[in-house]
T-cell receptor, first 115, second 113 residues
Framework: KAGVTQTPRYLIKTRGQQVTLSCSPISGHRSVSWYQQTPGQGLQFLFE???????NKGNFPGRFSGRQFSNSRSEMNVSTLELGDSALYLCASSLGRDSGANVLTFGAGSRLTVL | GNSVTQMEGPVTLSEEAFLTINCTYT??????LFWYVQYPGEGLQLLLKATKADDKGSNKGFEATYRKETTSFHLEKGSVQVSDSAVYFC????????????FGQGTRLTINP
């Protein structure tokens, strides 16, 4: 079955612009979460969506936002880009059950470079 | 807060050597523990997991045992291959059913033929 698909894979923006990243989860998965990966901070949780509702949120400024659609696809948006937003943004999906250790399946990521 | 500490890399070994990557954690309650692997240019793949104390996760020759008394989840493999070269991440999830993973900083492993 198809894995988690993220688009675009690479993009370059300039400071002050905004960007939208897209994630299509594995069919049947209802939970989508987003992570930021940088050399300095490592992997940090951004937020999680389940059934179109944000269920968890990490410690990121309000410039980072997301949403989930009825088909479970998700988008994240970063407004007023800063140089420090340059990172690999990873999306992960899971069944999102309320019990048990949910296994996350990650996409290949969207690499954002801010100039 | 919850945190994960991994041994610093990079780690370089010869093929067929024994591998240990140390991981310790700090968490409230009884977290689930994971090892993920990231190959160049790819996202993270789940390598193995353990959900309660004394559980042993295993996959592709890799093993890790959930040790609550030492709050550790060390990754081991008896004989590494060149294809094991990657970055390895230890992670925990402290809220049942949640998708919020806390990751260690990652350990880059290089295996030389």
């Amino acid at each position: 079955k198809a894995g988690v698909t993220q688009t675009p894979r690479y993009l370059i923006k300039t400071r002050g612009q905004q960007v939208t990243l897209s994630c299509s989860p594995i069919s049947g998965h209802r939970s989508v979460s987003w992570y930021q990966q940088t050399p300095g901070q490592g992997l940090q949780f951004l937020f999680e969506y389940f059934s179109e509702t944000q269920r968890n949120k990490g410690n990121f400024p309000g410039r980072f936002s997301g949403r989930q659609f009825s088909n479970s696809r998700s988008e994240m948006n970063v407004s007023t880009l800063e140089l420090g937003d340059s990172a690999l943004y990873l999306c992960a999906s899971s069944l999102g059950r309320d019990s048990g250790a949910n296994v996350l399946t990650f996409g290949a990521g969207s690499r954002l470079t801010v100039l | 807060g919850n945190s994960v500490t991994q041994m610093e890399g990079p780690v370089t070994l010869s093929e067929e050597a024994f591998l240990t990557i140390n991981c310790t954690y700090t968490a409230t309650g009884y977290p689930s523990l994971f090892w993920y692997v990231q190959y160049p240019g790819e996202g993270l793949q789940l390598l193995l997991k353990a959900t309660k104390a004394d559980d042993k996760g295993s996959n592709k020759g890799f093993e890790a045992t959930y040790r609550k008394e030492t709050t550790s989840f060390h990754l081991e493999k008896g004989s590494v291959q060149v294809s094991d070269s990657a970055v390895y991440f230890c992670a925990l999830c402290s809220v049942e059913g949640a998708q919020k993973l806390v990751f260690g900083q990652g350990t880059r492993l290089t295996i030389n033929p």
